[in-house]
């Protein structure tokens, strides 16, 4: 099982950027897909993006909510996942967690296997 470290959340002003980070430590990512979910208070967690760790291509998903504003990249050599967040709006104040998971590309929590501890967003004027 691989251990899964966040950082880089923070409070930022709507229209403004972000860019969280995971570690990934305990075995070297091979065919892992790695994901972000938040949660926000009283609501259930949801998908944020997601990106394949294969060496043989590069796959990415994301929300609906996001995709224009948020970019998921990976960095082979280091082990880390990165989320850039642009444009942030009042509604993506959250809880963010990496996640990792071997059954392949999936938007379900319940089909990741490995989280982190979260890092909170908070955007706020």
């Known amino acids: 099982q691989v251990q899964l470290t966040e950082s880089g959340g923070g409070l930022v002003p709507p229209g403004g950027s972000l860019r969280l980070s995971c570690l990934v430590s305990g075995r070297t990512l091979i065919n892992d897909v790695m994901a972000w979910f938040r949660q926000a208070p009283g609501k259930e967690r949801e998908f944020v993006a997601a990106i394949t760790w294969s060496s043989r291509q590069i796959s990415i998903e994301y929300a609906d909510s996001v995709r224009g504003r948020f970019a998921v990249s990976r960095d082979n050599a280091e082990n880390t996942m990165a989320l850039q967040m642009n444009d942030l709006k009042l509604e993506d104040t959250a809880v963010y967690f990496c996640?990792?998971?071997?059954?392949?590309?999936?938007?379900?929590?319940?089909?990741?296997?490995?989280w982190g501890q979260g890092t909170q967003v908070t955007v706020s004027s």
């Open positions: 996640a990792e998971t071997i059954r392949g590309f999936s938007r379900s929590p319940g089909d990741f296997d490995s």
